[in-house]
Structures are given as structure tokens and as C-alpha cells.
């Protein structure tokens, strides 16, 4: 690689940025990506707990992918991060098209046609809920509160 070519970002870098929090990706899923990003929907935004006892019970095949995931990613986030499960929830979980193997079915008069065995590439991005505005340290309100004086002391 040539110096003036720019390296691409790391996975985490791309994924997270600098915020706290882990992913996992599982590779080559045999399933088609269209009906796993259908299960995928349904716990993006989720919390970790109500997430993975929902993938439990969910009807679909594709739900024990995706739940093995979401179960690695939380488990990532733990031991690398030092994580509370409890706080996490999936902030971003996506599916990707795999390799698609192609198979061949014989048809009328000698002739075939293609069958298309699709495989998916599945993310999840787990992160702990940012805190809500009132449970903030009160030093932006502080700030704020000073901004609003001098502007009184302006118009005096």
C-alpha cells in the first residue's frame, strides 16, 4: 500500500466511533438476508434483555441467528468493556448480503436451471443507554444560567 492512499477505518472505529459499547458479526449465515433483516427490525432499538427473551419466542428460523449474535455482542461488551447488561441496548443491527451459492436443477428437454442458495453477514452493536437529561450533572445548567446573566447585565 502506497503512502498517499488513506487506511481504512477499524471495524470498532466505524461501528462506534469513541463511544463505549461492543458488536459481533456472525459470517456466512445460510438463510436469505431478506427474512433475517425481518427479525433484525424488530429488535433494533431494544433493550438487551426484552431483545433476546423476544428472539426466544419469536416463530421464525432466522430469530437463532440473530439471537446467538446479540448473546456474543453483549458478551463482548462485558468482558472487554466492563459492561452491565442491564444498561445495554442494541443501537444499531444490520444484515448484509453473503456469498450466494448457486445450484443447478435439471429441467424438461435437457436444460437447467439456477437455484440461488443466498447467505447474510449479520451485525449487532450493542451500547448503554445515554443518560436522560435530568439525571445530567448540573454544570450545563450552571453554564446556561451564567450565559442568561451576562445578557441581562448587556441590557442594563
Not at 40 to 53: N, P
Not at 97 to 105: Q, S, Y
Not at 106 to 125: C, E, F, M, P, Y
Amino acid at each position: 500500500m502506497s503512502t498517499t492512499e488513506k487506511a481504512r477505518p477499524s471495524r470498532r472505529a466505524a461501528l462506534l466511533g469513541d463511544r463505549p459499547g461492543a458488536y459481533a458479526i456472525a459470517r456466512h449465515v445460510r438463510m436469505s438476508p431478506t427474512k433475517v433483516r425481518r427479525v433484525v427490525d424488530l429488535v433494533r432499538g431494544m433493550d438487551v434483555a426484552d431483545a433476546l427473551s423476544m428472539l426466544e419466542f419469536a416463530p421464525q428460523a432466522a430469530s437463532e441467528p440473530v439471537q446467538k449474535v446479540l448473546a456474543s455482542a453483549v458478551a463482548n461488551a462485558e468482558s472487554v468493556d466492563n459492561l452491565r447488561s442491564d444498561d445495554l441496548f442494541v443501537s444499531q443491527a444490520f444484515v448484509d448480503e453473503g456469498v450466494t451459492m448457486r445450484r443447478i436443477r435439471a429441467r424438461a428437454k435437457g436444460s437447467a436451471s439456477r437455484i440461488l442458495k443466498r447467505g447474510s453477514h449479520i451485525t449487532v452493536v450493542v451500547e448503554p443507554r445515554p443518560e436522560p437529561e435530568a439525571t445530567r450533572p448540573k454544570a450545563k445548567q450552571a453554564d446556561k444560567q451564567a450565559d442568561t446573566s451576562t445578557d441581562t447585565e448587556k441590557e442594563a
